[in-house]
Nanobody, 127 residues
Framework: QVQLVESGGGLVQAGGSLRLSCAAS????????MGWFRQAPGKEREFVAT???????????DSVKGRFTISRDNANSARSTGYLQMNSLKPDDTAVYYC?????????????????WGPGTQVTVSS
């Protein structure tokens, strides 16, 4: 059973920073890629960032490149914590942010490749 819990969301002014965390547990969780997605009201869920199981490979949506950084800490094979450091936040970044675990170790951008999802955490950026 894979469990994901996000934390760290909140209200911040434009130009500010937030750090999201994703506590992940489950069999072979540390060998699987982890991703962050977001969904704004009235919009589809979109890719934000992904990191491979090893942590060596990352990828970002163009809209967040240079502002967001994804990382992870694999404590053991069944526990991993993911992070999304968000700097220079903009009102357009306002959304519910979801952590997800991929079907394999490769960092992927397509949400269909992700098998497990957390409940999400709200990020609101005021202008």
């Amino acid at each position: 059973q894979v469990q994901l819990v996000e934390s760290g969301g909140g209200l911040v002014q434009a130009g500010g920073s937030l750090r999201l965390s994703c506590a992940a547990s489950g069999r072979t969780i540390s060998s699987r890629a982890m991703g962050w997605f977001r969904q704004a009201p009235g919009k589809e869920r979109e890719f934000v960032a992904t990191i491979s199981g090893s942590g060596r490979n990352t990828d970002y949506a163009d809209s967040v490149k240079g502002r967001f950084t994804i990382s992870r800490d694999n404590a053991n094979s069944a526990r991993s914590t993911g992070y999304l450091q968000m700097n220079s936040l903009k009102p357009d970044d306002t959304a519910v942010y979801y952590c997800a675990i991929c079907r394999d170790s490769i960092a992927r951008t397509n949400r269909g490749d992700y098998a497990y999802w957390g409940p999400g955490t709200q990020v609101t950026v005021s202008s």
